[in-house]
């Protein structure tokens, strides 16, 4: 669940990062799919209490998760979206190939690909609900809670922060790079500053100023600068 909330934004945003770690993404995405689909069918023999009392029939036990909530989120996670949407994507792709071979279409259909198995992922997040109520019991069966409560508020934080920064870099790209002092700089090509793990410090670093209530201060100087 961690891994499809950070990244789906992630690459949802910075096309580059998926662009660069296709195999890996590919690997996690299929290993986080395949459990997603255990965990569904898992669900159906997990027993339940119904008055204190443990219901083990596997009738009651499927009519009892199909008409729950967790239902609903479960099939959204696990539904092929992105599958069905690549297969049909790359029959759209070559029919057009057939027509035009040029660059810039190319280019411009590969971006339209990758946003769209990014924004198809954000469905698998449908099942965030598992990983509170996780934390929630582990919680509530730890010998110190504190310190599980001091570790989920910084998880939580930090992935505020996470999702905030990729905001931020998205509506600088709508709005254009570099047009005020709030927006993402723009760096011309070739520029050390240019490259997707300093554009990703740059908008993490905008995000936990700004949720942390500091706000306000001077953009990040590179280090070599101040020689």
Known sequence: ML???VSS???LTFLQ???ENKFVIFTLDSICDIIYLLDFAVKFRTGHLDDGILVTDVQKIKENYMSSQDFSYDLAAVLPLCISYGVAMEVYQHSIYLFTSRPDVEASM?????IGEATLRLFKLAKFYSMRRFFESFGS????PGVMRAFCL????LLSIHWVACIYYTISEYEGFGIN???FPKYEDGDPNNTLHRKYIHCFYWAFL???TIGGPDQPIPRWNSF
């Open 181 to 183: 002092s709030w927006v």
């Open 154 to 157: 910084i998880m939580y934080l």
């Open 9 to 11: 934004v992630l690459r």
């Open 17 to 19: 990062f998926e662009e």
């Open 110 to 114: 590969i971006k339209n690909i990758l």
């Open 210 to 212: 700004t949720l942390t």
């Open 141 to 144: 069966r730890t010998n110190s």
């Open 3 to 5: 891994y499809n909330i």
